[in-house]
């Protein structure tokens, strides 16, 4: 069966500071890999995706950025983080339009 | 942008009652999903309704989608107190079908 691990669950960083999340998946190949941040109490913000090993789309400009070195690894980066960069980050697959994502359990990001 | 919304934003009602919420979107879409956030947890995907589909069913869920009013409803029949969380659509677009964008959902609180 197909298994997604992200994390870590929680962090905790100093602004200025870099940040590397990661996220794995097992079971399937050429899944389409997604990362979504989630503001307390609101919706999702799609911040990038990828259809491929190396192939990343940007959905909005900010001071993070993704990778995809190998077909079931995404990570998620910044340089010098931001007050604004908390937030609730979750990682999710997909195989395609027609199904459904499977989402990580999320890391709660904390700019100090 | 192709965000959906969900109406309303908070809903409360007694165990055993049913719970319906909806979303309305912007633009012509491939698919919609529905799903379901337990507090700080990862989201987990319920029901995925394609364009050319009207009405589907999961167990007590019941998804219905009006292209023509660009709108769609989930009804939680029988609500138990285990279905209290918050409820999210999702919608993709037909000028890129590989993302979906989430709306900001409607917490739902079953009381028992």
């Known amino acids: 069966s197909q298994t997604i691990h992200q994390w870590p669950a929680t962090l905790v960083q100093p602004v200025g500071s870099p940040l590397s999340l990661e996220c794995t998946v097992e079971?399937?190949?050429?899944?389409?890999l997604y990362w979504y941040r989630q503001a307390a109490g609101r919706g999702l913000q799609l911040l990038f995706y990828?259809?491929?090993?190396?192939?990343i789309s940007s959905e909005v400009p900010q001071n993070l950025s993704a990778s995809r070195p190998q077909d079931r690894q995404f990570i998620l980066s910044s340089k010098k983080l931001l007050l604004s960069d908390s937030g609730f980050y979750l990682c999710?697959?997909?195989?395609?339009?027609?199904?459904?994502?499977?989402f990580g359990s999320g890391t709660r990001l904390t700019v100090v | 942008s192709q965000q959906g919304e969900e109406d309303p934003q908070a809903l409360s009602i007694q165990e055993g009652e049913n719970a319906t919420m909806n979303c309305s979107y912007k633009?012509?879409?491939?698919?919609l999903q529905w799903y379901r956030q337990n507090s700080g947890r990862g989201l987990v995907h319920l029901i995925l309704?394609?364009?050319?589909?009207r009405e589907k069913h999961s167990g007590r869920l019941r998804v219905t989608l009006d292209t023509s009013k660009k709108s769609s409803s989930l009804l939680i029949t029988a609500s138990r107190a285990a279905d209290t969380a918050s409820y999210f659509c999702?919608?993709?677009?037909?000028?890129?079908?590989?993302?979906?964008?989430f709306g900001s959902g409607t917490k739902l609180n079953v009381k028992p």
């Open positions: 999702a919608t993709d677009a037909l000028s890129n079908f590989n993302k979906f964008y």
């Open positions: 999710a697959w997909s195989l395609g339009d027609n199904y459904g994502y499977t």
């Open positions: 990828s259809v491929g090993i190396g192939q």
């Open positions: 079971g399937t190949s050429n899944p389409n």
């Open positions: 633009t012509s879409i491939n698919n």
């Open positions: 309704i394609r364009s050319n589909e």
